[in-house]
């Protein structure tokens, strides 16, 4: 399977759809806006999206699974390599007029992540990696820092929905880091956060309480870009777990030590 010429052409699907989103999130009316539990939403639009993602990729790959946010396709993958679907990444950020919001596609096999693309609508930044062949975001190769130490660092310290059990654990990292760190800052999206750290923006970030479309495709975005991804327990088996660390490397022993004193 060429996994460069798949990369572009699924690059051109999420294009595709984050033009759908840009279209449509000025109609969105708030009466349309579905709460799935607290504070965390859904729309035609996310539903639209996802069909149009599924669609498409089924064209370009028939054989494939799906396991997408919104339940369009079948959840468990059926063959040995399947697509892992966020048609819309930062939703809560979408229905409030904020960025950032982005389409996350990743194609895995039982064991690795062979594909990833990130499309941030707003900005038309399209980030994306196949495995071995580098980190891009439009066209330029990205790395990360790998010479920013912890005090250098600029961490995304994401707060998930599941307050109830994360409020102690958030509270945590952030009394550890700040003023530790260069600075800490939550943007509202998984994907785009890993990415930042891709692209050299950021140095680290954490969230736990994920799910695998929230990380998929920018997880092998980092690690292509030279940066490491692990679970909070330093694993680097992260695919089918529900928490993840993304760093620059540098610091990557710094973020998991801080993890393991969490309440």
Same mark, same amino acid.
């Given at each position: 399977?060429?996994?460069?010429?798949?990369?572009?052409?699924?690059?051109?699907?999420?294009?595709?759809? *984050?033009?759908?989103?840009?279209?449509?999130?000025? &109609?969105?009316? /708030?009466?349309?806006?579905?709460? &799935?539990?607290?504070?965390?939403?859904?729309?035609?639009?996310?539903?639209?999206?996802?069909?149009?993602?599924?669609?498409?990729?089924?064209?370009? @790959?028939?054989?494939?699974?799906?396991?997408? !946010?919104? *339940?369009?396709?079948?959840?468990?993958?059926?063959?040995?390599?399947?697509?892992?679907?966020?048609?819309?990444?930062?939703?809560?950020?979408?229905?409030?007029?904020?960025?950032?919001?982005?389409?996350?596609?990743?194609?895995?096999? !039982?064991?690795?992540?062979?594909?990833?693309?990130?499309?941030?609508?707003?900005?038309?930044?399209?980030?994306?990696?196949?495995? =071995?062949?580098?980190?891009?975001?439009?066209?330029?190769?990205?790395?990360?820092?790998?010479?920013?130490?912890?005090?250098?660092?600029? @961490?995304? @310290? /994401?707060?998930?929905?599941?307050?109830?059990?994360?409020?102690?654990?958030?509270?945590?990292?952030?009394?550890?880091?700040? =003023?530790?760190?260069?600075?800490?800052?939550?943007?509202?999206?998984?994907?785009?956060?890993?990415?930042?750290?891709?692209?050299?923006?950021?140095? *680290?970030?954490? !969230?736990?309480?994920?799910?695998?479309?929230?990380?998929?495709?920018?997880?092998?975005?980092?690690?292509?870009?030279?940066? &490491?991804?692990?679970?909070?327990?330093?694993? /680097?088996?992260?695919?089918?777990?529900?928490?993840?660390?993304?760093?620059?490397?540098?610091?990557?022993?710094?973020?998991? &030590?801080?993890? /393991?004193?969490?309440?």
């Amino acid at each position: 399977m060429d996994y460069k010429k798949l990369t572009e052409q699924v690059c051109a699907v999420a294009r595709e759809a *984050g033009e759908y989103l840009r279209r449509e999130q000025h &109609k969105l009316r /708030e009466e349309q806006v579905i709460q &799935k539990r607290a504070h965390d939403y859904v729309s035609y639009v996310d539903k639209t999206s996802e069909n149009m993602i599924v669609c498409r990729l089924q064209e370009l @790959l028939p054989d494939a699974g799906f396991l997408t !946010e919104e *339940g369009t396709a079948a959840s468990l993958p059926s063959s040995s390599y399947y697509w892992v679907i966020d048609p819309l990444d930062g939703t809560t950020n979408y229905v409030h007029g904020f960025n950032p919001f982005a389409v996350s596609i990743a194609l895995r096999s !039982e064991c690795e992540i062979l594909l990833g693309v990130v499309y941030e609508v707003s900005l038309d930044e399209c980030f994306y990696a196949w495995q =071995g062949g580098g980190a891009w975001l439009n066209g330029n190769a990205i790395q990360v820092k790998a010479d920013h130490q912890i005090g250098q660092a600029m @961490l995304g @310290l /994401e707060l998930p929905y599941d307050v109830e059990n994360y409020t102690a654990k958030g509270q945590s990292l952030i009394r550890q880091f700040y =003023g530790r760190c260069s600075g800490i800052r939550m943007n509202g999206s998984a994907a785009m956060g890993i990415c930042n750290v891709a692209a050299g923006r950021w140095d *680290g970030w954490v !969230e736990r309480y994920i799910k695998p479309w929230d990380f998929m495709a920018a997880a092998l975005i980092v690690m292509e870009a030279g940066g &490491k991804v692990t679970n909070f327990a330093g694993n /680097e088996m992260f695919l089918d777990g529900d928490d993840i660390v993304a760093s620059n490397g540098t610091i990557q022993q710094d973020l998991l &030590k801080a993890i /393991e004193s969490l309440p």
